[in-house]
Structures are given as structure tokens and as C-alpha cells.
């Protein structure tokens, strides 16, 4: 399976301010998947990540606010724009390496907005 | 895309087999079924995933019906460590092979 290196591992940003989370992946994925975990639920999907084509969001979720760069099979970033206290969540990233492994998720980004 | 559902609750005895059901009666020929897990403040974990034949390995079995609507994950001996929230998940092309995750059962283990 593959190990994923996500950073930042937690921050307390500003309201207004945006934060860019980073996941590295030590080997090439087609696949790459950000979540946004709020206080007491369960995770939900915020978008799929391929490399050489836009991301596709899930509903409730837009680019100008989460835009997701993938610039090669092993990195991907998430920016959360012009953060508002809602957004105080935990954010991970997660990869696919086929059927026969599952997937594995980053150890997540704590933002605090205060 | 297939949904699951699942108890929000359970409870098992330290030393006792963890029997958690999972009904997906929507699933597709293609899509399979995954376990995960998450224990509080860390990420999720992987357990065990299949397609429709039952798979075991050395954290759990997994038993899914011959009609694939519904699955069983065992945990044969749980103890205190297990207590987490469980998440059944089926996905597959139709899905975009993204996991979404329900609300999962919380599993209390008790000593």
C-alpha cells in the first residue's frame, strides 16, 4: 500500500486568510481523494483529484472555495479560500492503489479559524 | 451509488467475537465492499475489503451474502483497542471509486 506524507498537521488561521494543505505520496496514484471531517461527524468527500484533468467536486462543494492543484502522479494540494470559523475541520487526503490494496488515508490536517 | 446501512450501536464483551452487519441491497455487479475504521482523532484505518467472495485476514473476516446485499465483518476476539466507529462502504466505477463514508456503527468494547 502506498504512505502518504500530509502537511500541514494542524494550524489556526485567520478568518479571511485561505490554507494550503500538501499530500505526497511515495509512489504514482491515478487516484487522489480530499475529505473534510467536522467536529463530531463522519468524513465527507470533497472532491476527486486526477492528474491532468480538473478535480471533480461532490455537491455543496466549488472550486473558488477548495481549489485542488495535481501536478503529477504523486502530489496533490488543497486550499481552503477565505476561511471562515465553518471551516474548522479536519481535512485528509486518501489514495487508491488499485483493488487488491484499499486505501490509504493521510494523517490529517486540523484547521482551527479563529 | 450503492448506500449502506448500519447500526448506529453496538456493544461487545473483551475476548467475544464483534459481529457487525451491513445491508447495501443497491449494489452494483462491479462494486466492492470495504471496512474501515476510525478510532477518536486519528484517520481512518483500512480492515478488509471483497467483492463477493468472503476474505479474512489477520484483523478480521469478512462475510458477505451470496445475493451481495448484505456483509458481516467479524472481529473474533475483540478487546478494548477495537472500541471505534466502523464504516461499510461499497464503491466502484459508478462511484468513481470514491469511499463515502455514512455515519458507520460505534463499537463499545466492554472488559
Known amino acids: 500500500s502506498a504512505v502518504i506524507s500530509q502537511k500541514p498537521s494542524r494550524d489556526i488561521c485567520q478568518r479571511g486568510t485561505s490554507l494550503t494543505i500538501q499530500c505526497q505520496v511515495d509512489?504514482?496514484?491515478?487516484?487522489m481523494f480530499w475529505y473534510r471531517q467536522q467536529p463530531g461527524q463522519s468524513l465527507t468527500l470533497i472532491a476527486t483529484?486526477?492528474?491532468?484533468?480538473?478535480?471533480?467536486?461532490e455537491s455543496g462543494f466549488v472550486i473558488d472555495k477548495f481549489p485542488i492543484s495535481r501536478p503529477n502522479l504523486t502530489f496533490s494540494t488543497l486550499t481552503v479560500s477565505n476561511l471562515s470559523p465553518e471551516d474548522s475541520s479536519i481535512y485528509l487526503c486518501?489514495?487508491?492503489?488499485?483493488?487488491?490494496?484499499?486505501?490509504?488515508f493521510g494523517s490529517g490536517t486540523r484547521l482551527t479559524v479563529v | 451509488d450503492a448506500k449502506t446501512t448500519q447500526p448506529p450501536s453496538m456493544d461487545c464483551a473483551e475476548g467475544r467475537a464483534a459481529n457487525l452487519p451491513c445491508n447495501h441491497s443497491?449494489?452494483?455487479?462491479?462494486?466492492?465492499v470495504y471496512w474501515y475504521r476510525q478510532i477518536h482523532s486519528q484517520g481512518p484505518q483500512y480492515i478488509i475489503h471483497?467483492?463477493?467472495n468472503n476474505e479474512t485476514n489477520e484483523m478480521a473476516s469478512l462475510i458477505i451474502t451470496e445475493d451481495r446485499k448484505s456483509s458481516t465483518l467479524i472481529l473474533p476476539h475483540a478487546t478494548l483497542r477495537d472500541t471505534a466507529v466502523y464504516y461499510c462502504i461499497v464503491t466502484g466505477s459508478n462511484s468513481g471509486y470514491a469511499l463515502n463514508f455514512g455515519k458507520g456503527t460505534s463499537l463499545l468494547v466492554t472488559p
Open positions: 509512489s504514482q496514484v491515478t487516484m
Open positions: 486518501s489514495v487508491e492503489k488499485g483493488t487488491a490494496y484499499g486505501y490509504t
Open positions: 471483497g467483492l463477493k
Open positions: 443497491t449494489i452494483s455487479g462491479n462494486e466492492y
Open positions: 483529484a486526477n492528474q491532468g484533468s480538473e478535480a471533480t467536486y
